[in-house]
């Protein structure tokens, strides 16, 4: 079993900037890929970015040139940088490892 605990969400107003966290128990890490998702209140859990074990990065449209995946191995840990961020970006940020293991989720709540 994997546990994934995210952090890092908050309130940001427009333009602004986070970076959410996500830091995974055991051994293996380094061989999952991994990836962040994102839900709104009635609407269907998407995937925003993820990245393989060799360091492949996948984005979805609505966030290329703003968010970066990143990860590293030697704290378990994947990073989202999310700049220029939008309302729309508002969301509860889950992260997700390729074993289908979530995290419990993080707010995140772009507004003035």
């Known amino acids: 079993q994997v546990q994934l605990v995210e952090s890092g969400g908050g309130l940001v107003q427009p333009g602004g900037s986070l970076r959410l966290s996500c830091a995974a128990s055991?051994?293996?890490?380094?061989?999952?890929?991994m990836g962040w998702y994102r839900q709104v209140p009635g609407k269907q859990r998407e995937l925003v970015a993820s990245?393989?074990?060799?360091?492949?990065?996948n984005y979805a449209d609505s966030v290329k040139g703003r968010f970066t995946i990143s990860r590293d191995n030697a704290k378990n840990t994947v990073y989202l940088q999310m700049n220029s961020l939008k309302p729309e970006d508002t969301a509860v940020y889950y992260c997700?490892?390729?074993?289908?293991?979530w995290g419990q989720g993080t707010q995140v709540t772009v507004s003035s």
């Open positions: 997700r490892c390729s074993l289908n293991y």
């Open positions: 055991g051994r293996y890490f380094s061989i999952y890929a």
């Open positions: 990245i393989t074990s060799s360091g492949s990065q």
